[in-house]
């Protein structure tokens, strides 16, 4: 057997020299992750695996690894990060939050945040329902790789035909790409992970079909086109958006992205106004939203909700989830973001999923207290 042998034929020459047939191949597979998820470890797997009088003795500890690597190439197995009680219990003492509100994730793994994230979102869905005694609903989608995940896993979570879940979900894109090869953090294209057979929930989708980046004069004129204002009006049927949040002076964050491509003195400007981060692709400062004023910022991002009216839009009964995680690429926390996300008077957000590292950086580095005013 040489070195290039790949793990699936060493899988079958093991199940070969065991005379197992396929479905008893797949028995032995579950019995070895189940007791590697027991904590075993290889010798005691082996050991409990040649007692079974089913796969006779020539199972060796080598065998139980290669089964384990096989069955995680294969998406058999999951890690599950753990949600952080104690930091979520610190955070709602100190905020005055509610604490069914704040999920603190411990992980520094943005697929575990996401994978949170979706649960959450879920129980959201399912809350509305029974509370407006609807089986429609209406969830809004900001853009961004980590929101790209968490429609990914909501998908996922859809497949299981519970009675709980709605009978249909419209999703509207909140924003748009800044360009064509922008997919992934499109929400446009979030839409295709919910075309299954298996999913059982009708799914519809409101597009939004404008340019990302718009100057910033020529807004409102952008908003008047006929295609692009029926998307508006619709976006009233929202009940629950989900969005995400960046770090300012972070250059992988898609506002950062953003103020690349459009070349100018921005990036200067949101400093100059405080700006700590943004939410929904807007900028926000320890006094709350940024009003972006064409005499200081020449280009915007084209967003189907404006910060300043997410308070009336939680006022009338809608939900916020916010998904904050540190940056996927240089994994630098947004502690500062989230106080004053959770500092917020009037609140932009009404659900929190975020990950261990921010929160620990905002207890390392508590920022001054500076309530927002609107």
Known sequence: MTERTSVDDRIDQLMNRMNLHSRERMELMSLVCHLFCQGKTADQIAKLVRKDPRYGGSFKREHAWRLVRYAAKEGWLRFTAPAEQQLADALAEKYSWRRSRVTVVRTAVLDDLARHAAERLLDMVRDHCVSRNTKEIHVGFAGGRTLRKVAKHFADLLRDPAEANPKKIVFHAMVAAFNENDFEADPNNFITYFLHEDISVDIACVRMPAPGIVETELYSQLRDFEAIRRVYSDAAKMDIVVTSGGRRGD????????????????????????????????????????????????FRATTLMELQELPDFIQQGGRVLMVLGSCSECHAPKGELLHVILHGDPRLVTDIVVDSPTVHDLFKNPPPASPLKG
């Open 251 to 298: 250059q992988h964050s898609t506002l950062a992205t953003y103020l690349k491509q459009i070349g100018d003195n921005v990036d200067e400007v949101l400093e100059k106004h405080g700006a700590v981060g943004d939410l929904l692709w807007q900028p926000l400062s320890k006094e709350g939203p940024i009003e972006i004023d064409p005499s200081h910022y020449r």
